[in-house]
């Protein structure tokens, strides 16, 4: 520029794509963890109604079982059996998807666990950054303090 120029010299800051990067990041990362967490929160309630499945087959079996006792003939014993071997199955079944549901909602934490992680290194180059802006700008004022001195 030339001294009869109107025109400020403009400094841009050379990190500024990087550092909007940096923030839609860190933004991506923390919508990431929220959906891990949601998706956590919905296994455990699978965790707990499958958990409540398996109780109730558990006093099903129970109260067959004590109603088995209780039958008198060779016919009746019979049906009682088979009776006791369906609920016999709807446990094991009832267990068998309790297990699952816990095995999801441990992938679940895993994925949170990962998702945390993600951001915390997002945070940290946005960290980065934000520090390196920081001198930039205090760089810059104190070059605009000297021109005007």
């Not at 403009?10 to 963890?33: I, S």
């Not at 980065?128 to 605009?144: G, N």
Request: proline share 1%; net charge positive.
């Amino acid at each position: 520029m030339n001294e009869h120029s109107n025109i400020q010299p403009v400094d841009r800051y050379r990190l500024g794509p990087l550092r909007d990067v940096r923030q839609l990041d860190e933004r991506a990362k923390r919508n990431d963890l929220a959906v891990a967490v949601g998706d956590a929160r919905v296994t455990a309630d699978e965790v707990a109604a499958a958990g409540r499945r398996v109780e109730a087959a558990r006093e099903a079996l129970a109260t067959a079982r004590s109603a088995a006792r209780s039958l008198g003939g060779a016919h009746l014993l019979a049906l009682a059996d088979r009776h006791l071997a369906r609920r016999r199955r709807a446990l094991d079944d009832a267990i068998a998807e309790h297990a699952h549901a816990r095995a999801a909602h441990a992938g679940r934490l895993t994925a949170i666990d990962a998702a945390r992680g993600r951001l915390t290194a997002a945070r940290a180059d946005k960290e980065v950054i934000e520090r390196h802006f920081a001198r930039w700008r205090d760089t810059q004022k104190k070059l605009a303090d000297r021109r005007e001195d």
